[in-house]
């Protein structure tokens, strides 16, 4: 059968095709080559089912992670008289060979995890013995079980560093460790250790570093690891933590009991040398031992009769430097409990229950002085200089509070209630007349820096409010029908770098902002201003966000002050004039970032209201502006109607014709708008 010439042709090239697809198909992608220098070789996820051969003799670094190997045995492993680190970690393996590893004489580190040794654990453990001058030993995630570990470890004497995490471990029995006594990091996080026998650390006379973090600890009877200088217990179910004064000094400094269930602040005597504290995420009621508890608590608390008031622990933490208490159930803050901390840098006391800070532990029937201002009294301040108490359910502060923290640069104070006085109401803060609402004078405060107030239903600032503050960032977003009348910033006019009035529904006349001749940041989203307020076209501000607002143009005058100092700028959700983008231009010409362009919309109010993209110039004619240059366009564009109208005249009898383009390229218009929305 002949075929025409041309589908002789097609039938050619499709052959030929078809051929170089196979050849294309034959030269496989080549294994990813292993990186090699002479000393460090990389084989990480190279696709390996075996140890590469023809290394180099004198690699001292070998990475082979991420591979296939299952069995790594005498016959299959080079002797490599100089490797030092090997990293074996996500392979397959199984099995061991003690012959293989005794042709690494020289090995130190090596990464096993992620494998699966606890198969043939026992010949495995035999292997290991071959280690001995190993010193970094990775073996987490191999679901080991608790009565593997002593075997492997059995002869390793000069291991340093050990990781068993995401094994299977339910308990350390005693000696678990004893084959490796020299040990000073060990982490066991990620068990399911209920169960610590005494004996079973305390032979670890080196050890520093201990993680126990998530297992399943309920309690730790006797810690006596004086030496140990970094101990994680997060994430476990401790309901006590503490130790009894003893002989000597513990010389932990970073202690994490985070994520557990702990009652009371933990009695730690002598731990002179704790500088991070974290007590997150417990249930905390009171730093006071003394004080009422939940009756369910009665009982247990009285069991505890020999841990003493939590004052003598707070006195010894004489370096601590972070003390982190947030999301427990404290409802008094009692200052007067950190004073012995004389290194205290940062306090949190975030998400609590706080509804007072009072000086004393003891919240005294009748609480504070007849006049209702108290005064700081101790000769003792307190150093903090950051502090967070955000998510609790504090009214006011009284003013000794920021005198009893003279050194306090930054507070948030975000989702609370709080009320600020003007700065004209004097020094007197929480008095005030029966039934007003006591207010908090954030006036005067000699180093406040940064001060967060998101979120407290504020709804009226005053006058003054932050006179002689020294303010570099305030946040008042999110504080819905905010009223920010032009005093209430005064004073912040030489200081004020950031300024947050985000969801604030603020419109134009609740946002009056002072001339902030510092401002760098400002945050307006989320408020319904149709006009930026005036005080900022002096400000050299370096971000913006106005997004969200009801914002039909940016102020051209404006924007070119600024295009000097600006770098980004977000805008969307705003229903700006498809006709009056001449600030855009401002804008682009000076290349301000504008991340949200893509996102923003103009509406063309001359045909009913069609939006389009900003990023994409809507084609829609636009009434031009009476000035002579458009006065002529105007009378040219009339000549050439005028011209053509009677041409279609003469040749129609009817002037409709030159009209008939335009609901066409309206409905074009309206089809891309309609495109836009969908992309919404
Ligand atoms: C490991 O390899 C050796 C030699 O190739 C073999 O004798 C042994 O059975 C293998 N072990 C396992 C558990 O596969
Ligand atoms: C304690 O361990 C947890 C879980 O591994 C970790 O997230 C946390 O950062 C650790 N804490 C410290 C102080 O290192
Ligand atoms: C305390 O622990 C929590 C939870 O593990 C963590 O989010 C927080 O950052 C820690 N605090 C400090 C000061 O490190
Ligand atoms: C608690 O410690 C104080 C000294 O700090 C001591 O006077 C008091 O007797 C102790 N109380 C108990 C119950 O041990
Ligand atoms: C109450 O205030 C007055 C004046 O402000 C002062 O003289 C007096 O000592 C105060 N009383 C108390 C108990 O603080
Ligand atoms: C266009 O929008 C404005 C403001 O939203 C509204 O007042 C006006 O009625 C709209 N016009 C048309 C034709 O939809």
């Not at 997004?547 to 143009?553: F, K, M, R, T, W």
């Amino acid at each position: 059968m002949r075929s025409a010439p041309g589908a002789g042709c097609l039938l050619l090239c499709l052959l030929l095709a078809i051929v170089r697809a196979q050849a294309g198909g034959e030269v496989k992608p080549r294994p990813p080559l292993c990186q090699q220098s002479p000393t460090k070789v990389s084989c990480r996820a190279a696709g390996l089912h075996s140890f590469p051969e023809d290394l180099p003799r004198g690699v001292k670094h070998l990475e082979l992670s991420h591979n296939l190997l299952q069995n790594l045995s005498e016959s299959r492993l080079p002797a490599l008289g100089q490797l030092e680190h090997l990293d074996l970690r996500s392979n397959r393996l199984v099995a061991i060979s003690g012959p293989a590893l005794a042709r690494l004489p020289q090995l130190h580190s090596l990464l096993l995890g992620s494998n699966s040794l606890h198969h043939n654990y026992r010949d495995n453990a035999v292997a290991f013995s071959a280690l001995r001058g190993i010193e970094v030993l990775d073996l987490s995630d191999n679901g080991l079980e608790s009565h593997m570990v002593g075997g492997f470890l059995g002869s390793l004497a000069a291991l340093r560093v050990l990781h068993l995490p995401g094994n299977r471990l339910s308990q350390l029995p005693a000696g678990i460790f004893q084959g490796s006594p020299r040990l000073r990091e060990l982490d066991l996080s990620n068990n399911y250790i209920m169960d610590i026998e005494e004996g079973a650390l305390e032979a670890l006379r080196e050890l520093a570093v201990l993680s126990l973090a998530l297992n399943s600890l309920h309690c730790l009877s006797s810690f006596s690891l004086r030496q140990l200088q970094v101990l994680n217990l997060s994430h476990n179910a401790l309901e006590l933590f503490g130790w009894e004064e003893g002989q000597g000094p513990y010389l932990l400094q970073v202690l994490d009991l985070s994520h557990n269930r702990l009652l009371s602040f933990p009695q730690l005597p002598a731990a002179h040398h704790l500088m991070h504290l974290n007590l997150s995420h417990n249930t905390i009621s009171s730093l006071d031992p003394s004080s009422h508890r939940p009756a369910q608590f009665v009982l247990l608390y009285e069991e505890m009769a020999s841990f003493n008031a939590s004052l003598g622990t707070a006195a010894s933490l004489t370096h601590l430097a972070e003390l982190d208490l947030s999301y427990n159930c404290l409802q008094l803050l009692p200052l007067l409990f950190f004073r012995a901390m004389h290194s205290l840098f940062t306090l949190s006391v975030a998400m609590n229950c706080l509804q007072d800070i009072t000086m004393e532990l003891l919240a005294r029937d009748g609480g504070e002085d007849r006049n209702g201002t108290a005064t700081w009294q101790e000769d003792t301040v307190l150093s903090v200089r950051s502090m967070d108490l955000h998510g609790n359910a504090i009214r006011t502060l009284p003013r000794w509070f920021f005198d009893a923290l003279p050194q306090l640069e930054a507070i948030d104070l975000g989702s609370n209630s709080l009320q600020p006085c003007g700065g004209d109401m004097g020094g007197t803060s929480a008095g005030g007349s029966l039934g007003a609402e006591p207010c908090t004078a954030f006036h005067n405060i000699p180093h406040l820096q940064h001060l967060s107030l998101r979120r407290n239903s504020l709804t009226q600032l005053l006058p003054h409010t932050f006179i002689r503050t020294p303010l570099l960032s305030l946040d008042l977003s999110e504080n819905r029908g905010l009223a920010v009348p032009r005093a209430a910033l005064e004073g912040l006019e030489h200081s004020l770098q950031q300024l947050w009035l985000r969801g604030n529904h603020m419109d134009n006349s609740r946002a009056e902002i002072p001339c902030l001749d510092e401002l760098r940041v400002l945050d307006l989203s989320g408020n319904r201003l149709s006009l930026l307020p005036k005080g900022l076209f002096c400000s050299p501000l370096q971000t913006l966000d106005v997004s969200n607002n009801e914002l039909p143009a940016l102020p051209e005058q404006a924007l070119v002050g600024w295009t000097r100092s600006l770098q980004a700028l977000c805008l969307a959700g705003n229903p700006f004039h498809c006709c009056g983008l001449g600030w855009l231009d401002v804008l682009q010409a000076a290349a301000v970032q504008l991340p949200d362009l893509h996102r923003a919309h103009c509406t063309h109010h001359s045909i009913t209201n069609r939006t389009a993209l900003l990023s994409s110039r809507p084609p829609w004619p636009c009434p031009q502006p009476w000035d002579g240059s458009s006065l002529l366009l105007l009378a040219a564009l009339l000549g050439v109607l005028l011209c053509m109208g009677c041409g279609v005249c003469r040749l129609r009898g009817r002037g409709v014709g030159v009209l008939q383009p335009q609901p066409q390229t309206e409905r074009a218009a309206e089809g891309e708008a309609a495109h836009s929305d969908t992309k919404v």
